[in-house]
């Protein structure tokens, strides 16, 4: 590693390319006209930063949502909390969630949650446990290769960017990881509103102008990389209630219900056939065999993450799904600004999570250095963890497969 080389990786998750202009977005619309910016691929996830950081694939470091148990049987214990309505034991759990950081996936009922293996790591273990970040799964990440005396993590996921620029200085270490989650959030909530979030993208580009500037101070490179935007809600599906409606028994079938996709396991044949049948008529998404995956760089092996897949296009929700719950909307709708809308109405007002081809999922790493040009091979957000090892002087370790999006300029 080269000890003059310093980057601070600036992961703004959800800024859309397409709202990156001269009028809303004047420094990052200058600017990439004026340094290399490379676009790339993503994966059909609503959480790509470990493979960011590690350069494989969820099928390698292992996060990506839920697995199924092997063996999910219950205890007398556990069979008596099935008794008890779903309402209440999930609001425990959420409530019990806030309080400790127990309970990922708080809104699932318990006898539902009891058959998943749950492999996400999300912001608020990353931000609760820094050392969470170094190794994954058995797989060493971007600090767990420096060493974590080199790197530094943060995460701002707050309104108030006024509060980061005045306390975060770069220039201290090799690798500098800012997780910018505000704009994600706020685009979720405010996505019906075009000229609040014309407002905000402004306050995003202002704030990245400033972290620049910090950065030419401390002799920082600055990357800038979003690995999705956000599409306006136009329709919202109740798929429980359309599975309800095919006259199977909950024992026939496993699920896992996010906002934009659902994936589903069968323990019968006739839930098999009914339910594929179901989604296949649905015109709102893709249905994909886990043994399809491969072709969105997931190569799945088996159906432990799932067997079935079902894709919404931009503009669709499920809803409900498994991060709805009545006492988080209320929480949530008190304390967070930006959440406000969800006690009136507690469907997303923007999401992302879809098949990488459609624009809402375009991505983008934007190095502020023009000591590079970009590569020119088509990028895959498996290329991040290569790329940065390469800025500051590094090889890319195994087993990453990508290849680094920029390269230094030959001396003329």
Not at 149 to 176: I, M, Q, V
Request: charged letters at 25%.
């Amino acid at each position: 590693m080269s000890d003059s080389e310093k980057i601070l990786f600036c992961y703004v998750s959800g800024m859309d390319v397409r709202r990156i202009d001269e009028a809303r977005t004047p420094f990052l619309h200058a600017w990439f006209g004026n340094y290399p910016l490379a676009p790339f691929q993503n994966l059909p996830s609503n959480e790509l930063l470990p493979t960011m950081i590690t350069g494989v694939d969820p099928t390698v470091h292992g996060v990506w949502g839920v697995k199924l148990k092997d063996d999910s049987t219950s205890s007398g214990w556990e069979r008596f909390l099935d008794r008890i309505p779903d309402s209440v034991t999930t609001g425990v759990q959420c409530i019990l969630h806030r309080l400790t950081g127990e309970f990922d996936l708080s809104a699932i009922p318990p006898g539902r949650r009891r058959r998943f293996v749950i492999t996400r790591t999300k912001y608020k273990r990353r931000r609760g446990e820094p050392d969470a970040l170094v190794n994954i799964n058995g797989v060493d990440t971007l600090f767990g290769i420096l060493g974590r005396e080199n790197c530094r993590y943060r995460f701002h996921g707050s309104e108030n960017l006024d509060k980061l620029l005045t306390t975060y200085e770069p220039g201290a270490y090799a690798l500098d990881l800012l997780e910018l989650y505000s704009l994600d959030r706020f685009q979720q909530w405010h996505l019906d509103r075009p000229e609040s979030v014309d407002r905000y993208y402004g306050r995003i580009d202002d704030c990245l102008r400033v972290l620049h500037d910090k950065c030419r101070l401390s002799g920082v490179t600055l990357l800038i990389v979003s690995d999705h935007g956000h599409e306006a809600i136009s329709n919202s599906i109740d798929l429980m209630e359309g599975l309800r409606g095919l006259g199977l028994e909950k024992s026939e079938y496993s699920y896992f219900l996010e906002v934009s996709s659902v994936r589903l396991w069968f323990h019968t044949e006739e839930a098999r056939r009914k339910i594929g049948d179901y989604l296949r008529r649905l015109s709102e998404g893709t249905l994909i065999h886990f043994s399809e995956m491969e072709r969105y760089s997931i190569p799945l092996s088996d159906s432990s993450y799932g067997e079935l897949f079902f894709f919404l296009h931009p503009g669709h929700i499920f809803f409900p799904h498994d991060f709805q719950n009545s006492l988080t909307n209320f929480y949530f709708s008190l304390s967070d600004s930006m959440q406000r809308g969800r006690f009136l109405n507690p469907r997303h007002r923007g999401n992302h999570g879809h098949l990488p081809h459609f624009d809402a999922e375009k991505s983008f790493a934007l190095l502020l250095d023009d000591r590079f040009t970009c590569a020119g091979h088509d990028g895959h957000v498996l290329d991040m963890a290569p790329t940065i090892l390469s800025l500051l002087g590094r090889h890319a370790h195994p087993p990453m497969t990508g290849r680094p999006l920029f390269v230094q300029k030959e001396i003329e």
